[in-house]
């Protein structure tokens, strides 16, 4: 009889203590990690693979809370709307650092960027070995190029410059005047130019071109880095999202997670996300030469 009436209290105390411990800040359940990347990770079809291996491999909930350019979720993380970011590193990611809101950043792999130009191929870049060969050719047909003011875009073309010992020429190097960056290839067909883009963007028809084509891809010095990027002391991700942003990005750049991410980009028909493994070799991306403009921001 004694046992009977203990048995009540005691399942109602244990009963209590789950719920205390499920609705603790700690318990996962509740609060997931929630990620914003740039639009070309999720265009490619990489984002969302990626997204749930990341998920299976680490155990941590992630919430995609944000997909778009730079200048759409730099302020979001920075707002506190975000724990973790997938982007470009670069001057924004850098002052996210420099203001506190943005800890460690590790970079997790490449996307590339290609040449496009008229399918007549007035240069006759198609076949060259790669991006610096293919811009020799065009300075000795002076063949109009058109400098993208896109940061990502410029960084490559000056690297190219430099090791193919070029200096541009206003007879063939065009000043972008494109009002938008979507415009680019409508005035790179206008002007039959070559000119170097996202491949992502390119070829899933976000950069528009009538009479054009890639005429080169495949060259490693023509890849740009993703990071992810960590919260800092300033960022308010609470101590939970803190700690799974970390297990996640030790994850992504760890073997398996570079596996995943492999696997991730097979499927989605790449390849369009490069891993750590085939990362461009180590260059200087500075200009030996003067910058016909500058980056678009």
Do not use: C
Request: aromatic share 6%; no cysteine; glycine share 12%.
């Amino acid at each position: 009889m004694h046992k009977m009436k203990t048995r009540g209290p005691a399942r109602r105390a244990l009963l209590l203590l789950g719920l205390l411990l499920a609705l603790a800040p700690g318990a996962r359940a509740a609060e997931p990690l929630r990620l914003a990347m740039v639009g070309g990770i999720q265009m490619s079809g990489v984002g969302e693979r990626l997204r749930m291996r990341l998920e299976a491999g680490t155990g941590v909930r992630l919430e995609l809370v944000a997909v778009a350019n730079k200048e759409a979720i730099v302020p979001r993380f920075a707002r506190g709307e975000a724990d973790l970011l997938l982007i470009h590193g670069g001057s924004e990611t850098f002052a996210l650092q420099a203001r506190g809101l943005g800890g460690q950043m590790r970079v997790w792999g490449f996307n590339e960027h290609v040449l496009v130009g008229p399918a007549e191929d007035p240069a006759g870049v198609r076949g060259a070995a790669d991006g610096a060969e293919a811009f020799r050719r065009i300075a000795a047909a002076r063949a109009p190029f058109v400098a993208f003011r896109d940061a990502g875009s410029h960084e490559i073309v000056q690297r190219l410059w430099k090791r193919a010992g070029i200096r541009p020429e206003p007879d063939w190097v065009l000043l972008d005047r494109s009002e938008r960056p979507q415009e680019i290839l409508a005035q790179a067909a206008q002007q039959r130019a070559y000119v170097v883009v996202g491949g992502i963007p390119a070829a899933f028809g976000k950069l528009r071109g009538e009479g054009l084509e890639i005429l080169l891809r495949g060259d490693r010095r023509m890849r740009r880095a993703y990071v992810a990027l960590e919260p800092g002391p300033a960022h308010p991700a609470s101590a939970t999202a803190r700690e799974d942003a970390r297990r996640v990005v030790d994850y992504l750049v760890s073997a398996a997670g570079q596996a995943d991410l492999a696997a991730a980009d097979t499927e989605a028909g790449g390849p369009w996300i490069y891993g750590l493994a085939e990362a461009p070799p180590a260059l200087s991306a500075g200009s030996g030469a003067a910058s016909p403009a500058s980056p678009r921001r």
